[in-house]
């Protein structure tokens, strides 16, 4: 069983930027490709970036030059973080990270971005 905790997220101002973290742990949990993931009120949960076990790096077109993923597979965790920069209102989002390939295991708690003045 793979547990997954997000953390990082808080109140932002436009422009702002934060760090968010994701760390899997638990049997099955080696380093694969993972992905961060958003979910805003009233909407679908969406794609935002993945990166593969080379560091290959894919964003979705609404945060591109924003945003950067990385990780860290040194540990005995699979750990990613996703740095985002020049933030707007409209990344106000539940913001979850996940393996990319289904099947998925199960959906952290998630963290809460606030991007409001």
């Known amino acids: 069983q793979v547990q997954i905790v997000e953390s990082g997220g808080g109140l932002v101002q436009p422009g702002g930027s934060l760090r968010l973290s994701c760390t899997a742990s638990g049997s099955g949990s080696a380093a694969r490709a993972m992905a961060w993931y958003r979910q805003a009120p009233g909407k679908q949960r969406e794609f935002v970036a993945f990166i593969s076990n080379s560091g290959a790096t894919n964003y979705a077109d609404s945060v591109k030059g924003r945003f950067t993923i990385s990780r860290d597979n040194a540990g005995a965790e699979n750990t990613v973080y996703l740095q985002m920069n020049s933030l707007k209102p409209d990344d106000t989002a539940l913001y979850y990270c996940?393996?990319?390939?289904?099947?998925?295991?199960?959906w952290g708690q998630g963290t809460q971005v606030t991007v409001s003045s």
């Open positions: 996940n393996k990319l390939l289904l099947p998925q295991w199960s």
